[in-house]
């Protein structure tokens, strides 16, 4: 089992829907949260980081529950422009050092059509 | 925009050459990451380094070596590339600190032929 887990979709919406992603996460170490976007032979970049107390940017939503170790981001009246691959990224401590890892899930495909 | 940047950001070469792929960042970052990752797959981490000096091999591993001489240097080399090296390879930085995120640069894109 990955630490990092996402459904790897593709998922297939209309223009203007409303659609989630989750993620779950398994070691309870993890200390801050992302969501990153990669178009397709693109490099990642950062969409949004995501809050204890979940944050709002634009029509992108992000959530956390650290009880049920699970983010999710939600995109609200979708755009063609949002199709892309949408990463999951936990940001945790490694062994007893103070040294931190970026743990990347596979990824979410989204494909928005008109 | 980040100011991170790799060269080239396409190279095809050759069997058994030695290529060297270059990563510099201007933001001052201290942590400085290499991963490679093929089309529609997932980011694998090969090569990481928290500062001038510091190396170590990451997830996956590489055949693969990098360097660490300056804090916005991050080459890394291939001594005898083999087609099973074709890839894309990323490079990334990221600041100390909670919550920092890590910028990337354009990749490079490799095929050895």
């Known amino acids: 089992r990955k630490e990092v887990e996402q459904d790897p979709g593709p998922f297939n919406v209309p223009e203007g829907a409303t659609v989630a992603f989750n993620c779950t996460y398994s070691?309870?170490?993890?200390?801050?949260f992302f969501w990153y976007r990669q178009d397709c032979r693109k490099e990642p970049k950062l969409l949004m980081s995501?809050?204890?107390?979940?944050n709002e940017d634009g029509r992108f939503t992000a959530q956390l529950n650290r009880a049920s170790q699970y983010i999710s981001l939600l995109i609200r009246d979708s755009k063609l422009s949002d199709s892309a691959t949408y990463l999951c990224?936990?940001?945790?401590?490694?062994?007893?050092?103070?040294?931190?890892?970026?743990?990347w899930g596979l990824g979410t495909s989204l494909a928005v059509n008109p | 925009e980040a100011d991170i940047y790799q060269t080239p950001r396409y190279l095809v070469i050759g069997t058994g050459k030695k290529i060297t792929l270059e990563c510099s960042q201007t933001?001052?970052?201290?942590?400085m990451y290499w991963y490679q990752q093929d089309p529609g797959m997932e980011l694998h981490l090969i090569h990481y380094?928290?500062?001038?000096?510091?190396?170590e091999k990451g997830d996956l591993s590489s055949e693969s070596t990098v360097s660490r001489i300056r804090t916005e240097h991050f080459p890394l080399t291939l001594e005898s590339a083999r087609p099973s090296h074709t890839s894309q390879y990323l490079c990334?930085?990221?600041?100390?600190?909670?919550?920092?995120?890590?910028?990337f640069g354009q990749g490079t894109r490799l095929t050895v032929v």
């Open positions: 990334a930085s990221r600041d100390v600190g909670e919550g920092t995120e890590a910028f």
């Open positions: 933001m001052g970052h201290d942590k």
């Open positions: 380094s928290y500062g001038v000096n510091s190396t």
């Open positions: 070691n309870s170490a993890s200390q801050s």
């Open positions: 995501v809050y204890s107390s979940g």
């Open positions: 990224v936990v940001k945790r401590v490694v062994n007893a050092g103070n040294n931190r890892k970026l743990i």
